[in-house]
């Protein structure tokens, strides 16, 4: 039995502050000389980056949609060993899910792992009715233990005060923390949510800006007791690692390192953690380089490109003509590719923005236009219907969409199979995603290690046919 330390923090809605206080939580607890472990509940990547900057130690996604509740604690368990205290952040309202009974929410997550959860509360424009949604928050699920709440975006102290005497007599529960409406802007936004940490001018000052708030405003003594108070876990699945009890039929750990390269720069950023963790159980070795300034790496056995923005890059993109070239090559050679998003969008013809196209690698006929709108944003679920490099038909994957590019003539597809049939979500073109070529699979659909078990071992397994064809042609 072990207690791991640990908070999840919570909101009434998205855009409460939940970002900022727990960055800032992180940072402040760090500097006091704590190990702290960094969790996003939810598919989400870029506050994933955020979190991971300010402690310093990977950031892992807690969600029980992509990976079930049993995978999701063992997960915790496993990325908090050797921690002092782990800092979870919540997505949305606390109690919102895919349905009405709020089906993998943030409140779901904190009950899995019977996490004392503090709720940020945007003031804004409100007083004593703040108490009646403490109130509501505590007793809509009683499971849930909500230990504390800290009020945002307070107008003064008058303010704060009615606030804060309305909690203490209605609610039983302490206000741990009082922030102020700040003028300074230091987490601009993007799309759906903050800039990639990555493309930020100033990451560490918007970090310290945060430390620093989080220092002024909250009772840090009673919040790091709160934690240490969290109910003590005791479950077998502590003993193991993650990927061990995926299935019983993982692909065992291949003798000799297999070479995976993985693009990985300000371009293409959306990774999660685990993935390349399972790859390298199973013996990959990760091969990291950049798609803005560098080339193909040498006598790599597969390559993996994960999602980002390169609409944000597409003239240098556009002009590493040598990895493009290069890539092409590969790819007719046999190179197995995995991409998601915007890998696919790297693999298309051209982006084309205000007018202008920049071309990426041809792979596969496809222009991509950025639109104003979302065109997917959510959890999806596939069903692996055609042939491809990687899964076995009749395989079904649970992931997440999130971009605003469009395939502007996905109709005029011919010699190009899709490998998934969405059974929720978009896709690529009338329902369909995976697209298909040699073996290239590419699709919008991000997948999560851990929920789809079959992944890094199809990507092993390919990797390994493909290092002994091109073993098999040098020595003919």
């Known amino acids: 039995m072990s207690c791991y330390p640990r908070l999840v923090i919570a909101g009434l809605k998205g855009g409460s502050g939940k970002t900022t206080l727990s960055l800032g939580l992180i940072r402040a607890l760090k500097e006091d000389g704590f190990k702290v472990a960094p969790y996003k509940k939810g598919p989400d990547y870029i506050d994933a980056g955020w979190l991971a900057s300010a402690s310093g130690c990977a950031c892992y996604n807690l969600d029980p949609f992509l990976i079930g509740s049993e995978r999701l604690l063992s997960s915790f368990l496993n990325h908090s060993l050797g921690s002092d205290i782990s800092v979870i952040e ?35 424009k409100v007083t004593r009715t703040v108490a009646a949604m403490v109130l509501g928050a505590r007793r809509f699920d009683p499971e849930v233990d909500v230990k504390g709440v800290v009020l945002n975006q307070l107008a003064g102290s008058r303010h704060e005060s009615v606030i804060r005497k309305s909690i203490e007599r209605y609610c039983e529960v302490p206000v741990l923390g009082a ?24 990451t560490e000052k918007a970090i310290s800006f945060a430390g620093e708030t989080a220092r002024s405003y909250l009772d840090m003594e009673k919040i790091v007791r709160i934690a240490r108070g969290a109910t003590p876990i005791m479950n077998e699945t502590e003993t193991r690692r993650p990927g061990d009890a995926v299935n019983a039929e993982s692909f065992p750990r291949v003798a000799s390192v297999v070479r995976i390269g993985a693009v990985r720069d300000s371009a293409f950023q959306f990774y999660y953690p685990e993935n390349f963790e399972e790859l390298k159980r199973l013996g990959a070795d990760i091969i990291e380089f950049s798609a803005i300034t560098e080339g193909l790496p040498s006598d790599i056995d597969a390559l993996y490109i994960g999602g980002g923005f390169p609409e944000t ?111 929720r979500g978009r896709g690529l073109h009338e329902g369909m995603d995976g697209i298909c070529y040699k073996n290239v699979l590419a699709t919008y659909t991000h997948i999560h290690a851990y929920g789809a078990s079959e992944w890094a071992g199809g990507v092993l397994r390919r990797a390994l046919e493909f290092r002994e064809k091109r073993r098999t042609m040098r020595e003919a």
């Open 313 to 423: 890059h597409a003239i240098a993109l556009a002009g590493n003509a040598r990895l493009r070239e290069s890539l092409r090559n590969a790819v007719m050679d046999g190179l197995p590719v995995y991409a998601e998003c915007g890998g696919l969008m790297y693999l298309g013809e051209g982006l084309l923005l205000e007018g202008k196209t920049y071309p990426m690698t041809g792979i596969f006929p496809l222009l991509f236009s950025l639109e104003k709108r979302p065109q997917a944003h959510g959890y999806s679920s596939v069903e692996v219907v055609g042939g491809n490099p990687f899964f076995a038909k009749g395989t079904v994957l649970k992931g997440h969409e999130f971009h605003y590019s469009r395939p502007v003539n996905a109709g005029e597809l011919k010699e190009f199979t899709f490998a998934f049939r969405m059974k």
């Open 90 to 124: 919540g997505n949305r309202g606390l109690f919102d899910g895919m349905d009405e009974i709020g089906s993998y929410s943030t409140a779901e997550v904190a009950k899995t792992l019977t996490a004392p959860v503090i709720v940020i509360i945007d003031c804004t």
């Open 179 to 202: 922030i102020p409406r700040l003028a300074e802007a230091a987490f601009p936004e993007r799309h759906m949510g903050l800039t990639p940490h990555q493309e930020h001018p100033q």
